[in-house]
């Protein structure tokens, strides 16, 4: 299935003007943007975040709505995280918005995301679908089937992560949701929104099989109610710790899993073990290793996908475990770092500069061409990743 909505805004633009989206959206992941309330108070019908598993917003108070996302022109989407002391802004301009450096020169023109229209719905059961889901991105329908971690209730956190101390700030979301309700918001996205892409994660457990398990019960609920053209397989991304039992991990094919991934984070495994104690202690990096060998002789390679946090080991480091997934048949891939709310890093860690950015992700681009691999992802959904810009060469 082709993108159709990248096709379609590219087509509007030239490739210089999506280069320039490309580079402006190097600085928003580098820096986040300012707070502004009378700008997003003046807004309507965009794309409020969500707050489904992080929050990457300082200064903004529970019940306060900000933008998500922002799109630049030629289709490329990127995140937006409010930083009191970001150098770039977003001001309000007769055909939309704009985003300003400090010098109040015009970086880019941009827009908002539409807000999703399933979120006007309930389900039969009569929970807010809003809770329940959201669009990554422009086109990519997200489940959050687990918006907790029990790594936190035994201390051991990944680092970077702020999703118990998000739901106890903004309480946006069903913390567990029901596998019908989600089936039944799904049904929802795709009658009223343009649904292209698929994306479940699930937070950790502690039994990586109870886990599994969860996620399955899901898979074989929503399954039936996926765009048709799609023959129920799931287009997209599945990501969880993979199960004690790593035989079961055949089960994700039969049940139309296009691309798993276990995502290590951190590379090298003692960075892992560092920044990610609780996924060390109860997942193990040797599992995880193993899970993808496994996956990778069941689907063939370029199927499985491992995301990184881009910025929290030294730029040769993170390189090095693109490298190292990429010659073991797996995509690597990475989103880039931003200071969380709550988070046990919480702001004591910048995000990562704009020379880092780019060259992991040329770095990236290499390998994708090298090996025959594809974000399978496209730019109107990696919000908080250049690997399709890099692999366009718009970087």
Not at 64 to 88: C, D, M, N, T, Y
Not at 108 to 137: D, I, M, V
Request: proline share 5%.
């Amino acid at each position: 299935m082709t993108s159709y909505f990248v096709q379609e805004e590219a087509a509007k633009v030239d490739v210089e003007t999506r280069r320039n989206s490309a580079k402006t959206k190097v600085k928003l992941l580098a820096y986040g943007v300012q707070d502004d309330l009378h700008l997003f108070e003046s807004l309507t019908h965009f794309k409020e975040e969500h707050y489904a598993y992080d929050n990457g917003n300082w200064g903004v108070d529970s019940g306060r709505l900000v933008p998500s996302e922002v799109l630049l022109p030629g289709g490329i989407v990127s995140k937006i995280h409010v930083r009191p002391a970001s150098p770039l802004r977003l001001r309000q301009t007769k055909e939309g918005l704009s985003i300003v450096d400090q010098n109040e020169a015009v970086l880019s023109e941009a827009s908002t995301l539409p807000r999703p229209n399933f979120w006007n719905y309930q389900t039969q059961a009569g929970t807010e679908t809003k809770r329940l889901a959201h669009f990554y991105g422009a086109t990519c329908l997200n489940y959050n089937i687990y918006s907790g971690c029990q790594f936190y209730g035994v201390g051991k956190p990944c680092k970077f992560c702020s999703v118990q101390p998000t739901q106890q700030l903004h309480n946006a979301v069903a913390i567990r949701k029901n596998a019908t309700d989600l089936a039944d918001t799904c049904k929802l996205a795709v009658e009223n929104d343009r649904v292209e892409w698929f994306l479940a994660t699930g937070g950790s457990y502690l039994n990586g099989d109870a886990e599994f398990d969860a996620h399955v019960q899901v898979l074989q609920a929503v399954r039936s109610c996926l765009p048709k053209e799609w023959n129920e397989r799931f287009r997209g991304n599945l990501a969880l710790m993979p199960p004690k039992t790593l035989s079961r991990l055949d089960d994700l094919f039969d049940l139309g899993v296009d691309h798993p991934s276990f995502n290590l984070e951190a590379w090298p495994q003692s960075s892992f073990e560092r920044i990610c104690p609780g996924k060390a202690e109860y997942v193990g990096f040797g599992h995880i290793m193993a899970a993808y060998e496994r996956i990778v002789g069941l689907y063939g390679e370029g199927h499985a996908w491992c995301n990184f946090v881009g910025g929290l080991v030294p730029l040769q480091d993170q390189m090095d475990g693109f490298t190292a997934l990429a010659e073991r048949g797996v995509i690597p891939g990475a989103n880039i770092y931003h200071p969380d709310v709550g988070s046990p890093l919480g702001d004591t860690v910048d995000s990562p500069s704009e020379d880092y950015i780019v060259r992991l992700y040329q770095h990236a681009a290499e390998l994708y061409h090298r090996y025959g691999y594809k974000p399978f992802f496209d730019s109107a959904v990696l919000r908080n990743s250049l690997a399709n810009e890099a692999y366009e060469d718009l970087l």
